[in-house]
């Protein structure tokens, strides 16, 4: 069964092999496949090479940009521009107090759900991805005198 249509699109594509060794007490992701080249054929029945990106390098995949040795930098970097964006559009606006209360609560939390429940984030990750929206989206809660708190 192809759920490609036919041809795989080597510009979306690419491959990870990884192998974990056992280093210092802990298993550390490898690349295993520095030496392999695997090829495709694109829409027009030609060979295309796959792009093969080291395992610490996140691919975005599903909405979501992810490394198999397991790094979120990446992710975390895409969220906080998502945080970062939304709040400088809200910034200097002047909103009524309902519609503070819907875009802190309706908007951004919910773009940040699904990668953010999908991620391994510690405590500080998600208060250094929200601090944008908190800061902003916040503020004029608390000047339209809405008490809240969002948080991933």
Not at 25 to 47: Q, R
Not at 80 to 108: F, M, P, V, Y
Request: charged letters at 15%; one cysteine or more.
């Amino acid at each position: 069964m192809e759920v490609t249509g036919g041809a795989i699109a080597p510009h979306k594509s690419w491959w990870y092999l990884v192998d974990y060794k056992w280093k210092q007490g802990k298993w550390i992701c490898t690349n295993a496949g520095t030496d392999f080249t695997l090829t495709t054929k694109n829409d027009k029945g030609s060979k295309s090479n796959l792009e093969y990106p080291n395992s610490d390098v996140a691919s975005k995949m599903l909405g979501i940009c992810m490394a198999p040795d397991a790094n979120n930098v990446t992710q975390i970097q895409h969220m906080r521009k998502q945080a970062t964006d939304w709040a400088s559009q809200l910034n200097g606006n002047s909103i009524s107090k309902s519609e503070a209360w819907t875009a802190l609560h309706c908007t951004i939390p919910m773009k940040l759900k699904y990668p953010g429940l999908a991620c391994t984030l510690t405590r500080a990750q998600c208060q250094f991805v929200m601090a944008p929206v908190n800061k902003i989206g916040l503020s004029d809660l608390i000047r339209n005198n809405i008490h809240t708190s969002v948080t991933l």
